[in-house]
Nanobody
Framework: VQLQASGGGLVQAGGSLRLSCAAS????????MGWFRQDPGKEREFVAA????????DYADSVKGRFTLSRDNAKNTVYLQMNSLKPEDTAVYYC???????????????WGQGTQVTVSS
């Protein structure tokens, strides 16, 4: 699976952005998709995950209620809608894929390149 993230940019605090992650391959609908973020000097942080069907989602406490993850299996794409953005959301955001839901949030098999999100105060 090859992943291509897009949609990052510069936004003021309180604003919104929508990130997209397009996947190649016919088996996209069988993969759990996740988003992570990493700021320079910090560890990579789990943001959100969505199951194959989209019925199950998981969010980090720091984004719960502000971010929404969805997927369109017909388009091989997942979307991370980010609202009420805060300066501390600034990071490079990465999408990732794995075949199983799993209990360990950080273990993913495939990773895309990152897209920069910068939130100004």
């Amino acid at each position: 699976v090859q992943l291509q993230a897009s949609g990052g940019g510069l936004v003021q605090a309180g604003g919104s952005l929508r990130l997209s992650c397009a996947a190649s391959g016919r088996t996209f609908s069988s993969y759990v998709m996740g988003w992570f973020r990493q700021d320079p000097g910090k560890e990579r942080e789990f943001v959100a995950a969505i199951s194959w069907s989209g019925r199950n989602t998981d969010y980090a406490d720091s984004v719960k209620g502000r971010f929404t993850l969805s997927r369109d299996n017909a388009k091989n794409t997942v979307y991370l809608q980010m609202n009420s953005l805060k300066p501390e959301d600034t990071a490079v955001y990465y999408c990732a894929a794995r075949p199983h839901w799993g209990s360990v949030r950080s273990e993913y098999d495939y990773w895309g390149q990152g897209t920069q999100v910068t939130v100004s105060s």
